[in-house]
């Protein structure tokens, strides 16, 4: 799966959807993985959980990501995917930094017990039949503690590993350190995936110095779903072509969500429609349009 420096979608918490992956994997992401979900709410059947598991054909490899901290509910989370088709491996958020999900002990506040996360990834690896187990985490919580126990993880049974080159504490807006992330890889003999703030701009520079075995693209993607093809070289659609994206990924979106798709595209419009003239009185309009037949009529206009 490493064999030529994957590009990997990250997962985005109401923005990285079964319709914008599958648009993503249309421009060159290799890699993609679900929304977050909550193992407490797909072991008790969340119908909303079951939804977001669905994938497209073009995603292939698949990871579901999971966050929780109780490792029997773990364990039940994991059965539960092992009966689902085309999954192709299970990744534990140990990064999320929402105070919601800290105060259930889950995502980055692992960072503070590495003794559970590493009991967490074990019990994955240990009844998951699928063929990877990842982890997904930060340098640490409120300093860089990784370093300490990146090889009990591996040891664990990670496959690999996705590093968020900033702590808890530095959020996303932190200077990311892709030099941390190269040290803790030395120590690993395990994949290790870059993540925070790599674009098509600096790609080359963050593996230079993270020397990582693949990319995960976040927030750089949203907006412009085309960030894959940009860093394997290929030019950036043209103007008419970027309206038809939009409009495909527009319909995608309705015909997953019905009307209440209109709510959904507005966070994908407001940063399709960035640094274009008139933006600010493009957004204020569609913040007010709840009828997709209207809403499209504004995005053919504007675009």
Known sequence: MFENTPLFLAPLAGLSDLPFRSIAKEFG???????MISANALVYESKKTLDML???DLESPYFIQIEG????IIKKAVEILNSLPNIDGIDLNCGCP?????????????????????????????????????????????SICLD???????????????????????????????????????KLKIPVVANGSIDE???????????????????????????????KGKQSPDKNQKKQ???????????????????VFRKHLHEYCKNLKNAS????????????NLLKSQIEDFF
Not at 202 to 219: E, H, P
Not at 249 to 257: A, Q
Not at 283 to 290: A, D, P, V, Y
């Open 98 to 142: 929402v105070p919601k999900i800290i105060k259930q002990n889950s995502g980055s506040a692992l960072l503070k017990n590495p003794k559970l996360l590493c009991e967490l990834v074990e019990i994955i690896k240990t009844n998951s039949t699928k063929k990877y187990t990842s982890v997904k985490l930060r340098l640490g919580f409120d």
């Open 29 to 35: 992401c290799d890699i993609t993985v679900s929304e």
């Open 201 to 231: 701009t600096n790609f080359k520079k963050v593996l230079q110095i993270s020397g990582a075995d693949g990319i995960m693209i976040g927030r750089a993607s949203i907006g412009k779903p085309w960030i894959f093809d940009l860093i």
């Open 148 to 186: 300490s126990f990146a090889q009990d993880i591996q040891n664990a049974g990670a496959d690999f590993i996705t590093i968020h080159a900033r702590t808890r504490a530095g959020g996303f807006t932190s200077m990311p350190n892709y030099k941390a992330i190269g040290e803790i890889k030395s």
């Open 54 to 56: 669905q994938r497209h």
């Open 69 to 72: 901290s109780d490792p029997k």
């Open 281 to 292: 009185l493009f957004r204020e309009k569609i913040n007010q349009i709840n009828d997709s």
């Open 245 to 263: 994206i939009i409009l495909k990924h527009f319909d995608l979106v309705i015909k997953r969500y019905g009307q209440h798709g209109c709510a």
